[in-house]
């Protein structure tokens, strides 16, 4: 651990309530999983707190990943009980998005905090590039290719998104609904897959962090339980604010804040790696 004071620990709380608040109203609003959300906040919140550029990129993954186990498990579960999870498809996906998790995780234990910064920076452009251009309703196809490639972006969702430290969502959906699935049926589905990316990727965190130094106070591996414990509460009391605010705002303007945010975000982060 890093010699914080007591002052540091206060700040580090309100910062990963702020974060909670933050990625809640962001779900209310838009729908979007927290990750996509709580990683670069918490990037931010951690560097300006001191915390070593070598583990804070490792740390907001770590965490974010262990919010989506608690917050994934309830959005999975009421998802299935409206009949909008394929059940189908996770029996054909679970092993290869498992091993995508493997590998990402095991790949990100080993990457520098640069390297894995520069990873998030790239995605999320890409994302934004795609909420900004694709036109609503358009597809690739009318499904899912067969086997190999079904197999191939399945691995290539769970080791991606790991690496991250997102759910299902951010990549899962705009994939699912390239191949023409409903929409509602791509959300529900993608919430199942967040928890087969969380769950082993939090415990890789755990394992790749232990011992790490320089990590704040009450870290488990890469996981940071202060923030666990702060962010979930912080988001769940936010999201209905959000999901309100978003009545009075056209979809497609937030669609654009949104897009601008992660572009931004990720450029950010991109530029402060390479300079």
Known sequence: MGDFSLLSLALLAAALLATGVVA?????LLG?????????????????????????????????????????????????RRGSVDMALLKRWWLPIAAGVLAGATLAGNLSGGALTLVFGVVALAVAANMLLRREGSALAERLPGTP??????????????MMGIGGGTLGVPILTLFSYPIRMAVGTAAAIGLIIAVPGTLM???YGLDVPNRPPLSLGYVNLVGFFLIIPASVYAAPLGARIAHAIPPARL???????????GARMIYGVLT
Not at 24 to 28: K, N, Q
Not at 44 to 65: D, K, N, P, R
């Open 24 to 28: 809640g109203l962001t779900a209310g």
């Open 32 to 80: 979007v999983g927290g990750g996509i959300v709580i990683v670069p906040v918490l990037y931010y919140m951690f560097t300006a707190l001191g915390i070593e550029q070598a583990v804070l990129m490792h740390l907001a993954v770590g965490t974010s990943l262990a919010t989506i186990v608690a917050t994934g498990t309830s959005s999975a579960l009421a998802h299935h």
């Open 255 to 265: 669609r654009l804040v949104f897009a601008l945010f992660l572009g931004f975000t």
């Open 205 to 207: 965190s755990v394992w």
């Open 149 to 162: 490639l079904r197999e191939a972006l399945g691995f290539f969702i769970g080791s991606v998104s790991v």
